[in-house]
Nanobody
């Protein structure tokens, strides 16, 4: 079955960096777009970034220039390199198979998430 497992979250000071990972299994990974989504307490899911099959990347304006998404098909893993972190980046970050429409679909596949907290 499809499984997505995130790791790499934690507590970091403003201005700091973290690298999130999402390891996938149960499907032909290299044939799918992959997406990072975050959800802050009391708010709805927010699209963060998507990487295409060919490696084309797109970002939400709120993270553009600070976050970098990448994928390693040999490891069936996507990454999210997060720099210059701000308190407003605090959220549960999770990965999803497909693009943003797939990620927010009731039938979409998502991981359980990894918590990122940015605080001094």
């Amino acid at each position: 079955q499809v499984q997505l497992v995130e790791s790499g979250g934690g507590l970091v000071q403003p201005g700091g960096s973290l690298r999130l990972s999402c390891e996938a299994s149960g499907f032909f990974f290299s044939a799918y777009y992959m997406t990072w989504v975050r959800q802050a307490p009391g708010k709805g899911p927010e699209w963060v970034s998507t990487i295409s099959v060919a490696g084309t990347t797109t970002y939400a304006d709120s993270v553009k220039g600070r976050f970098t998404i990448s994928r390693d098909n040999t490891k069936r893993t996507i990454y999210l390199e997060m720099n210059s972190l701000k308190p407003e980046d605090t959220a549960l970050y999770y990965c999803a198979r497909g693009d943003w429409d797939d990620a927010r679909s009731a039938s979409g596949y998502r991981g359980q998430g990894t918590q990122v907290t940015v605080s001094s």
